[in-house]
Every structure is written in structure tokens, then in C-alpha cells.
């Protein structure tokens, strides 16, 4: 009898326990300016919140309360980084994680030109892809310039012709906006040797079979080898026709780009 | 029976006493800041799920008897009234499929109601047992409405002189007047850049907490804030809630309560959480949103802090001052319960 009542005290309890902890908490906010930056990048992150802390990651490993917790804002200053936060608290369940990629300038752009894109998202003048500004999911952001067309082309002229072997390109993912990433990206060089332009590389992209919340896309494209250039063509090739089980299903999908760097 | 009865009374006392002081969190938690502090309750509801379902909870009210009247778009019972302890009282209701905006007006002692419904393209005023009274079409008087579909009314507010004001929220953004018998008067807000125009006008209530000087106040959720105009509608200020998707304001005493659905950086993701503004709109609370901050008497950008609602849509203040949460897409959950904490 003793036993069945200890256990039955365990099981109660714990059941309790687990109804302390019944709520999540909510992920952290945020805050800086732009996820593109010059030479770095400084976050601060919120969470106003009685007895929870914040942990946090930047070498890509996923976030625990073993990670470092935050006290001050942190200083970005690598190519790529994707610092990844929790929440967590003794009486809380943990945060989902929240998750943003920061992007360090690349080789000075000279120029760029683009196809027209739809007259309600045309950017923010011609500097709106390399200006260091964006990372916002508000698909109406000037900074943002925005396609419902099958090919999209953009011409990226160097300041001088350097060593060149990635090129990072950065999406709006908002299924429910039927923005999408492209199906195909395609990057070619100018080689000065043959006056024609090359393939430097290209990648694929299939859709996600579940409709996610609206993310940025930062895509990397890296060659195989190092090629010198001073111009650079980027082929985007779109959704022309949206499968049934999408939002905008059996029209057009949008591409949405706000960024692009050469590494 | 008596023997297995002493077991589980001795055993939650030992539970409460092994269990608080490492886990000092109540069961029912406790929300919010300042002097608005209250206990949840998510389980106020007393409806069966199998007879009396919802779907999206849209808005709620109190009415003169203290009853408490949620509108759903659930066409089984588009108005469930409920007493105040979560008891189903009565339901009444299957043709408002697009059923969104509630709001209560004493007309001369008796209690009415107009509902906006989004797929009708009406609002419609009934008793408070359900007979349609008037319905108003598209403004087409306006002359900025060719055809019904283009107005999707969210919300209603009534002056103390019977006027009707119709927030055209999932429409044109217009807010359109009426004299008591529904006839056209005068229309502003509508979309634009200027300080007057209006970015999903979700929401609008009469603010009469100086009586003598009534106005109103407007819901421009995506520019996360309230919009203040006359009764005649000229533009008066803004009042800024940054990161906030504000649904209706609902004035109770000295206090603006309103639902936010989500936040802005977390668009589609269960962000919600009710906030609470003082008479001069300084936000004093959070409920499951994050501590208010000023900084140089600028409004911080608000959050949710914990998972405590999914997407707020409405806030109901009783007699009592317990408050009453109303979900949009959140698992067809019925509204909770808030009570507050002295």
C-alpha cells in the first residue's frame, strides 16, 4: 500500500510539474538594423520577461541552456553568421529557436541592372541590392524588389575585376505571399580571355511540402574554383505554375530579392 | 471508499508541500504588469465542444443582464451567450458565415447588437435575441464602392446619439457614418500615405471617458497603432504600439484594453498577447507580451513573452473587471477567462 502511494505521489506530482511547465515561452526580439553590414553587425536581443534568460549560438550548433547567455549586445563581423536564441526560464518550456543569418559586405559592385520587376515592388533606386539594406520580412519594404515573370536576369558589375568564387543571393520566402525561391539559379562570368560570358554555377530549388511562417533566404552559390571577373550574370527562373496545394495555386509565384554579394 | 478518499486528500497535501517551494509557479499563472495583473483561466468555458462548437472566436461583449455574448463563425451557433461563470445560457444564429465584428449599444434601455460579417458584406443590427432590425449594404452613397465584394466590414461603434460608425477594416479602410436609421452621413480614413488615412482599420470604438468630450478611436493594425478622429471625422493624433497588431479598442473604466493578434516580427506565428493603456494611452500591461518600456516617452517595441494565447482577436471586460480573451485561428479553442488580481 506504502509503495502504490509513493508512486502514485510521483506520478501526481510530476503531473504537476508538468502543468507548472505547461507554457512556452516565447522567442526573444531581435534587434539591429540591417541583417547586411559593412564591417559589423551589432544585436541586441529583448526579452522582458521575469525568470527567463537567453541563450545563444553563432558557430551553427543549436541553442541550450549550456549556451552562452546573453548580457550585451554581440558584435557580428564574419562573412556568414547565423546566430540562433532561446528563451528559457525554470517555470517556462524553452522558446522555439529564432534564427538570423548576418551577411559581411562582399567585393565593391560597381553596378547592376535587373529586369524590370513588377511596378509595386521596384526597390528602392539603383542601389536597392547592394546598399546593406534588408533582412526584413514585410514583403512591401522598398527594400525589396519583387517578380511575377518567368526569367529574371541581373548584371553585376564589379569596381575591378578580382578573384571571384561565391556569389550570395538573398530571398524572401512567404508561401502564403506565393513568394518563393526560385527553381533554378543560374550564375555566369564574363571572361575578359574569351569575351563571352561562362558558367560559374547554378543550383536547384525544390519546394517545401509545408507552408512555413515568411523567412529570408540568404542563398550562397559557390563555384568549384576561383575564376577573375569584373561581371557577373544571375539567371533567376521562377514558378510559372504554383501547384494545387499552395496558396496562388496554379498562378504565377513571386521571386523577392533584396540583396546580392560577391565573395 | 472513506479509506481511498484519506489517501488522495494526504497525498495532494504532501504534493503541495514537496512541490512549492521548487516550483513557486501557480497553476493558473499569472499574468501582466503593474496594477493589471491577473489569473488566467482556460477552462472558463462551460460549452460542449460536440453541440455548441466554435470556429474563429471573433468578438465578445457584456450585456445589461451581465451575460456575456460571443460572436463566432461558426454557423451551428454564430452567438453563444454565456453566463458569467462559463455556463451556456443560450445560443442563437446560422447565417452570419463571415461573422466578425460584435458590438452592443443601449438603445433607450434595451440592449442591441450589430454584427459585421465579412462574406455578407453587411452589418447587421438585431435584438439581443437575434432578430434582424436593419442591414446595411456596401456604401455605395460613398461613391467609392462599385460593388459589394469591395467592402468587408469589421467592426461597428455607436455615439451616444444612435450614429452608427462601420470600420471597413478588410475593405477599402474607410470609416463610414450613419444617422440610427442607417442613413449615409459622411465617410473617412481610407487607404493612403497621410496621417489620417488607415491601414487595415480593424477596429473603432466611441471613447467617452470624458464625457463632455467624446471621440473616436480607430485600429490601423498594420501601422501597429490607434488613430483618434472626431465624430465627424477629422483626423486628431496617433497613438503609437510598436510591433503590435491591435484588434478593437474596448474602453472599461479608466482603462483601453485590446487584443494584439500577433507581432510583427512574428507574423503567422502564435505571437499574440492582450495589452492595456491608461487614459492618457500609456501602456500599463501586457498579458503574455512583454514588460512596457519608455524610453524619452517613446513606446518600446512590444512582444510576447510567453505562449499563454495563439491570436488574440477580441477582449471583453466584464461588471466584475474580469477579462475575457476571444481567439482567431487558435484550434477553435473557446474564449478564456481572466480575473484580476488585487
Excluded at chain 1, 567585393?107 to 541590392?129: D, R
Excluded at chain 1, 548584371?155 to 571571384?164: A, D, G, I, M
Amino acid at each position: 500500500m506504502r509503495t502504490l502511494l509513493i508512486i502514485f505521489i510521483a506520478l501526481v506530482s510530476c503531473q504537476i510539474c508538468l502543468g507548472q511547465k505547461s507554457v512556452q515561452l516565447a522567442p526573444a526580439l531581435l534587434k539591429y538594423s540591417s541583417v547586411f553590414f559593412k564591417d559589423a553587425a551589432k544585436v541586441e536581443i529583448k526579452f522582458a520577461q521575469e525568470g527567463a534568460n537567453i541563450y545563444y549560438t553563432l558557430d551553427g550548433q543549436l541553442p541550450t541552456e549550456k549556451s552562452t547567455t546573453y548580457k550585451k549586445p554581440i558584435k557580428i563581423n564574419k562573412n556568414l553568421t547565423t546566430l540562433q536564441v532561446i528563451t528559457s526560464g525554470p517555470t517556462f518550456f524553452p522558446s522555439e529557436i529564432i534564427s538570423t543569418t548576418f551577411i559581411k559586405d562582399g567585393l565593391p559592385i560597381l553596378s547592376e541592372q535587373h529586369s524590370a520587376p513588377n511596378e509595386k515592388y521596384q526597390g528602392n533606386g539603383p542601389l536597392t541590392l547592394f546598399d546593406n539594406e534588408g533582412g526584413i520580412l514585410n514583403m512591401k519594404s522598398p527594400s525589396w524588389i519583387g517578380y511575377q515573370q518567368d526569367t529574371i536576369e541581373i548584371l553585376v558589375e564589379l569596381k575591378s575585376s578580382k578573384k571571384v568564387n561565391s556569389v550570395l543571393i538573398d530571398f524572401l520566402q512567404d508561401y502564403k505571399n506565393w513568394v518563393f525561391l526560385p527553381q533554378l539559379i543560374r550564375v555566369d562570368y564574363f571572361n575578359a580571355d574569351t569575351k563571352k560570358f561562362e558558367s560559374l554555377v547554378e543550383n536547384s530549388f525544390e519546394l517545401n511540402k509545408t507552408i512555413s511562417a515568411p523567412e529570408c533566404k540568404p542563398i550562397m552559390l559557390t563555384a568549384l574554383s576561383n575564376i577573375v571577373t569584373n561581371q557577373l550574370k544571375i539567371k533567376l527562373y521562377g514558378i510559372k505554375n504554383l501547384p494545387d496545394w499552395l496558396p496562388g495555386k496554379r498562378r504565377h509565384g513571386w521571386i523577392f530579392i533584396d540583396e546580392i554579394k560577391v565573395y | 471508499m472513506q479509506r481511498k478518499s484519506f489517501i488522495r486528500n494526504s497525498s495532494l497535501g504532501a504534493i503541495g508541500f514537496l512541490s512549492q517551494p521548487s516550483f513557486p509557479f501557480p497553476e493558473d499563472p499569472l499574468l501582466g504588469h503593474n496594477n493589471k495583473r491577473y489569473r488566467l483561466d482556460t477552462k472558463w468555458s462551460k460549452a460542449d465542444v460536440a453541440t455548441n462548437p466554435v470556429n474563429d472566436c471573433h468578438e465578445m461583449v457584456q450585456d445589461s443582464k451581465g451575460r456575456i455574448i460571443l460572436l463566432t463563425n461558426e454557423v451551428k451557433n454564430n452567438v453563444i451567450i454565456y453566463d458569467k461563470a462559463g455556463k451556456l445560457l443560450t445560443t442563437w444564429g446560422h447565417e452570419y458565415p463571415g461573422a466578425h465584428g460584435l458590438t452592443l449599444f443601449n438603445e433607450n434601455g434595451t440592449d442591441v447588437l450589430f454584427i459585421c460579417d465579412n462574406s455578407r458584406h453587411q452589418v447587421i443590427k438585431t435584438t439581443i435575441d437575434g432578430t434582424v432590425l436593419l442591414v446595411l449594404d456596401y456604401p455605395k452613397e460613398t461613391g467609392q464602392y462599385t460593388k459589394a465584394s469591395e467592402y468587408v466590414p469589421t467592426e461597428t461603434a455607436i455615439a451616444p446619439n444612435g450614429d452608427i460608425y462601420v470600420a471597413d477594416g478588410y475593405g477599402k479602410d474607410f470609416i463610414i457614418q450613419y444617422d440610427a436609421k442607417g442613413r449615409y452621413i459622411n465617410h473617412f480614413g481610407g487607404k493612403g500615405t497621410e496621417a489620417k488615412h488607415l491601414s487595415n482599420a480593424h477596429g473603432i470604438c466611441v471613447d467617452q471617458r470624458d464625457p463632455l468630450h467624446p471621440y473616436l478611436i480607430v485600429t490601423s493594425r498594420l501601422q501597429n497603432a490607434f488613430k483618434r478622429f472626431t465624430l465627424n471625422g477629422v483626423y486628431i493624433d496617433t497613438i503609437p504600439l510598436p510591433g503590435a497588431w491591435v484588434c478593437r479598442p474596448v474602453i472599461k473604466g479608466d482603462y483601453l484594453y485590446a487584443a494584439v493578434l500577433q507581432t510583427n516580427t512574428l507574423q503567422g506565428k502564435q505571437s499574440g498577447f492582450v495589452t492595456i493603456l491608461d487614459k492618457k494611452f500609456t501602456v500599463v500591461s501586457n498579458l503574455g507580451g512583454s514588460q512596457p518600456q519608455y524610453v524619452d516617452h517613446k513606446l518600446d517595441e512590444m512582444y510576447q513573452t510567453a505562449k499563454y494565447f495563439q491570436y488574440p482577436h477580441d477582449v471583453c471586460i466584464d461588471d466584475e473587471e474580469n477579462l475575457y480573451v476571444a481567439q482567431w485561428n487558435s484550434g477553435k479553442v473557446y474564449p478564456y477567462k481572466l480575473s484580476p488580481v488585487i
